[in-house]
């Protein structure tokens, strides 16, 4: 691998415009939890899909690395190089919304543009694009697609990956693959647009999408109702989906821990219940026009009530109390931060093994030390973010040395269960030992294989899924 050099990028400034060249700032440079930094390159910002063919072409002939930049919130590290000065290739001058088909329920957009924008783009349309994520005013579709991105309405609308129907992206190579169909059904082969998303910019870079839309829910409503413990909440969901069907858009467990966090850094409002709750769950419920949530929520709540499940709870009576929940579900995460935790983890197991893995990983952690761990996040699909804390008052310095075991206790435990120990997230630069570690083989050495087919030069992306070489 070589570091970019005054020759390459010379070649790039001859065949390139100057407006697809940026002052390399240190926000390119860092992530969000400030675990990776990277070494610095040439910043480069293509305005077309010729252009960023042009980039990979010549890097992979000058094995240049190269690192694909959405907006750069991703949480494993994948956007920043540590190891050589690389091409870091930006998506930002590439924000067009190209086509909207509302009769279809498909919207074209190039991978720069902002998760926001394409929101936005689809409601001017009447139809909801529904990834949904904390960053979505920043990250962008490229990225989301990328790392096969999640968020609170995965229960009903699938990932990143299931909400794209084709895909046009420059291979290493510098080959186009113009896969930008808006077909639900298309068995002609392998799978590319699914093998790109997903892949963190090691096969590729995704540079447009033909992204799904859905009917606009004509009525929605939010209920947080207090449950004694996770295995409550499972059949909460079970009576949930028996009463409501499709139409539970998220299904959020919130540990009594996240609360007091909230109440901790001053955030996420005033909250409903004089006393924190252990456990709760936040629904969201879209409907069509002659139903009524607000109506429906309250009778899933007086039914699970008499079954025992649910203590109490709130049924947002407006779109401004809606609003108010879900301000304290999307602010644990910046609470979380502002106490500091000591070791992160997005997982997800089977469901019905969710209430037994949180009493193990308890248990086990209370014996390694006195810690506070924060459970919360995307029941209905089985994704939760389990974060361990120092004890209250302390400085989570002090505990950084134990970091790696309480990942391995962790991670062991949703090994056990054959969960993931990155259901979100992706892998980037943080996780390359867990996926040696926990992978099946088999997996391990096809992944392998279609890497050196697509890019024999190792230039995309690397240290990111496997370490580099």
Request: overall charge negative; charged content about 20%; hydrophobic content about 45%.
């Amino acid at each position: 691998m070589r570091s970019v050099d005054v020759a390459i990028e010379a070649q790039l400034r001859a065949t390139l415009p100057e407006a697809a060249f940026r002052p390399l700032t240190p926000a390119y440079l860092e992530e969000p939890r400030g675990m990776f930094h990277g070494a610095g390159g040439v910043l480069l910002a293509p305005g077309s899909v010729d252009e960023v063919s042009t980039i990979l072409r010549i890097c992979n002939d000058a094995r240049v690395p190269v690192v694909p930049y959405g907006g750069g919130t991703g949480l494993v590290g994948g956007q920043v190089m540590q190891d050589a000065r690389s091409v870091i290739l930006s998506l930002e001058r590439m924000t067009r919304i190209r086509a909207v088909h509302p009769t279809e329920n498909v919207l074209v957009a190039e991978a720069g543009a902002i998760l926001a924008d394409v929101q936005s783009a689809a409601e001017d349309a009447d139809r909801l694009f529904p990834l949904s994520l904390a960053s979505e005013g920043s990250c962008r579709i490229g990225g989301c697609l990328s790392t096969n991105a999640g968020g609170v309405n995965v229960l009903r609308y699938g990932t990143a990956r299931e909400l794209c129907l084709g895909i046009e992206a420059v291979l290493p190579d510098g080959t186009i693959h113009h896969g930008l169909k808006r077909l639900r059904k298309d068995n002609t082969g392998y799978d590319l647009r699914a093998l790109l998303c997903g892949a963190e910019g090691t096969l590729g870079v995704i540079t447009a999408a033909s992204l799904r839309l859905f009917a606009r829910p004509a009525r929605t409503s939010t209920a947080l109702l207090c449950v004694c413990d996770p295995s409550a909440a499972l059949d909460l969901l079970a009576l949930a989906q028996s009463q409501l069907g499709q139409g539970i858009s998220a299904f959020e467990l919130i540990k009594g821990t996240g609360l007091e966090f909230l109440a901790e850094a001053q955030m996420g409002g005033p909250q409903p219940f004089s006393e924190t709750p252990a456990w709760s769950v936040l629904i969201d419920l879209g409907l069509g026009p002659t139903d009524d949530p607000e109506a429906a929520l309250l009778t899933l709540f007086e039914a699970a009530q008499e079954a025992g499940l649910v203590s109490d709870g709130v049924v947002a009576q407006s779109q401004s109390q809606r609003a108010a929940l879900w301000k304290l579900r999307e602010e644990i995460p910046l609470a979380n931060k502002a106490v500091g935790a000591i070791s992160s983890h997005d997982i997800s197991l089977p469901l019905s093994d969710i209430p037994e893995f949180l009493t193990r990983a308890d248990d086990a952690l209370a014996a390694l030390g006195p810690y506070r761990v924060n459970a919360f996040g995307h029941l209905g699909d089985g994704n939760l973010h389990y974060n361990v804390f120092p004890p209250a008052g302390e400085d989570k310095a002090a505990y950084l040395p134990q970091r790696d075991a309480i990942r391995s206790i962790v991670y062991d435990l949703v090994d056990d269960y054959d969960g993931s120990f990155s259901a979100e997230h992706g892998v980037g630069r943080l996780k390359t030992d867990e996926l040696a570690r926990y992978s099946d083989p088999a997996r391990l050495a096809a992944m392998r294989a279609i890497k050196q087919a697509l890019d024999p030069n190792e230039i995309m992306n690397p240290g990111v899924i496997f370490p580099a070489k």
